[in-house]
Nanobody
Framework: QVQLVESGGGLVQAGGSLRLSCAASGRTVSGYAMGWFRQAPGKEREFVASIRWSGNTYYAESVKDRFTISRDVNKNMVYLQMNSLKPEDTAIYYC???????????????WGQGTQVTVSS
């Protein structure tokens, strides 16, 4: 079992930055693929970024070169640094953990409760 708790969301102006954090407990993050997903009102939950146990990272095209996923194995934390934010980045952001490294929701077994990110224009 893995418990995930996100933090760091908030309101930011377009062009600004936020850093989301995901605290994991129960199992070490190094043994899982860790991902960030987001869900905007009325839309499906979509993949944002992931980091595999190997350390390899993957990004959705819409956030590539703006967002960076990282992890601190010693602290059992995963982060999402978001720069050059746009109003279309507004969503609830979820941290997820799974043994299958992928970009689909079904690839992840554990989810946090989400943190709201709002980008104003």
């Amino acid at each position: 079992q893995v418990q995930l708790v996100e933090s760091g969301g908030g309101l930011v102006q377009a062009g600004g930055s936020l850093r989301l954090s995901c605290a994991a407990s129960g199992r070490t993050v190094s043994g899982y693929a860790m991902g960030w997903f987001r869900q905007a009102p009325g839309k499906e939950r979509e993949f944002v970024a992931s980091i595999r146990w190997s350390g390899n990272t993957y990004y959705a095209e819409s956030v590539k070169d703006r967002f960076t996923i990282s992890r601190d194995v010693n602290k059992n934390m995963v982060y999402l640094q978001m720069n050059s934010l746009k109003p279309e980045d507004t969503a609830i952001y979820y941290c997820a953990a799974g043994v299958r490294a992928g970009v689909g929701k079904g690839d992840y077994d554990y989810w946090g409760q989400g943190t709201q990110v709002t980008v104003s224009s």
